[in-house]
């Protein structure tokens, strides 16, 4: 290698190898400082385009867990007023039983009846008042079954089937227990209406059990993507200190090995003294 003061090959190479350390030591502080090995696609297109993908699916997920307790919260309040609308029917019933006894009075007819047309404004009541966001499935606002998001295509559903539980729906309007007749057909009405309402709160019951455990697998769905994310992209933050504690001791070592280089022209000043 010869001297020269115009070209200092060795303060070159030092250099070099020392912008390539603090480069090295520079992407290693920001996968520290953003707990990220691929921030962008430069760091690694196709990773990164893969772990976008994900990203995509993970985001509509969220849309269809939404969709999915939205579901949940309106099953549980129309099955709450479901069940409580079949424990009114079996008060009812017992009311008509009662009153188609021959030995009641007509007072005493006149008393169960004023019970019972009480539990059927109660029955109303309870189905009108089972709405959750705007949506009811027992007062017959509903003709066709409302659907929920199944999968992130947006192309699967789960269905919820409305019913009709007004009084007049299930047949309890315009009876009366105030005679042993009356009370008689009021019980074939109200066997009718219960059975109904038992039939509809089953299918309702096993739709809701559907709801509760996709919405299950789709938590467990989501938490798979965000770790499948996360392997593609995290970094390894214990092999990224690591890997700093080494860079800055060879960051001192090539500052001062640039330093040896940078003083190297001094040595040709001493082949001219005399």
Same mark, same amino acid.
């Given at each position: ?182 009370? @008689?057909?009021?019980?074939? !009405?109200? /066997? %009718?209406? =219960? *059975?109904?309402? +038992?039939?509809? &709160?089953?299918? #309702?019951?096993? $739709? ?18 965000? @770790?499948?994310?996360?392997? !593609?992209? /995290? %970094?390894? =933050? *214990?092999?990224? +200190?690591?890997? &700093?504690?080494? #860079?800055?001791? $060879? ?24």
């Amino acid at each position: 290698m010869s001297n020269s003061v115009h070209t200092n090959t060795s303060a070159l190479i030092a250099l070099q190898n020392l912008n390539q350390i603090n480069d090295r030591m520079s992407a290693t502080q920001n996968r520290i400082s953003t707990g990220l090995r691929v921030q962008g696609a430069k760091d690694n297109a196709s990773v990164w385009a893969i772990a976008q993908n994900q990203r995509g699916d993970l985001g509509a997920l969220e849309s269809v867990k939404t969709s999915l307790n939205r579901a949940t919260s309106l099953a549980d309040v129309t099955m709450a007023a479901g069940e409580s609308i079949s424990d009114l029917i079996i008060q009812m019933r017992q009311k008509a039983v009662a009153a188609s006894d021959p030995s009641q009075t007509a007072e005493s007819r006149a008393a169960y009846n004023d019970d019972f047309q009480a539990l059927v404004r109660s029955v109303q009541q309870f189905a009108d008042s089972a709405s959750f966001d705007g949506v009811n499935l027992l007062d017959a606002s509903l003709a066709a079954p409302l659907n929920f998001l199944a999968n992130v295509d947006a192309i699967d559903t789960i269905a919820m089937d409305p019913h009709n539980f007004t009084a007049a729906g299930l047949g309890l309007n315009g009876i009366d227990l105030l005679s042993a007749g009356n009370a @008689t057909t009021a019980r074939g !009405l109200i /066997d %009718a209406a =219960l *059975a109904s309402v +038992s039939s509809a &709160l089953a299918g #309702l019951g096993a $739709q809701a059990k559907q709801i509760e455990t996709h919405n299950i697998f789709v938590t467990r769905l989501m938490d798979a993507l965000e @770790t499948g994310i996360g392997k !593609l992209v /995290d %970094a390894d =933050l *214990a092999k990224e +200190s690591a890997r &700093l504690q080494a #860079l800055q001791v $060879q960051q001192q070592l090539g500052a001062q090995s640039l330093s040896i280089a940078n003083q190297a022209p001094q040595i040709i000043l001493s082949l001219f003294r005399s």
